[in-house]
């Protein structure tokens, strides 16, 4: 079976917010736990200035990694390379992407570790945070989106 996409491209707003999204994704766990801590030593501290200057910087901290990606101009230092056309192949083994200069990349799925849905994207990840991206817009039509998932949850890529 193969699925082949229609030609897309991402822009700096879509590349910057999928970063986002990926970013928050990855210290979801950090965020709770230190907000956790935060109230935790505000409500138990019984106001002792130790606790609440631990307390002050937790929450220095806390606020810090929630708008570091509005900070960081990641979107703008990646290589042009993520917003240029592309159309992606499925096959039953490889997922390649052609790129308007004509280069191939060609990645084997035995390489990727999961396969996670989003709203209007496929994250296709080959370590905890590196991963392709491939929109839902890019597929030809609801049947191949259909089959792309099947082909996924057979290989046990995603849920």
């Not at 019984?46 to 810090?64: E, T």
Request: glycine share 4%; charged share 20%; proline share 2%.
């Amino acid at each position: 079976m193969i699925i082949k996409t229609k030609e897309f491209n991402t822009s700096k707003a879509e590349f910057r917010h999928v970063i986002n999204i990926a970013y928050y994704r990855s210290i979801k766990d950090l965020i709770i736990g230190l907000a956790s801590f935060t109230i935790i030593i505000v409500f138990c501290s019984g106001f002792n200035s130790l606790a609440v200057s631990i307390a002050i910087w937790s929450g220095i901290l806390l606020g810090y990694l929630l708008i570091f990606p509005f900070l960081n101009t990641s979107a703008k230092s990646q290589p042009g390379l993520h917003l240029k056309n592309r159309t992606c192949e499925i096959t039953d083994n490889y997922f390649s992407m052609t790129f308007e200069d004509g280069s191939l990349t060609k990645v084997h799925f035995n390489n990727y570790l999961k396969i996670n849905r989003e709203s209007e994207w496929y994250f296709l990840y080959m370590t905890q945070v590196m991963f392709e991206y491939l929109p839902l817009r890019a597929f030809n039509s609801e049947k191949d989106i259909n089959e792309f998932e099947t082909m996924m949850k057979n290989k046990k890529l995603m849920e």
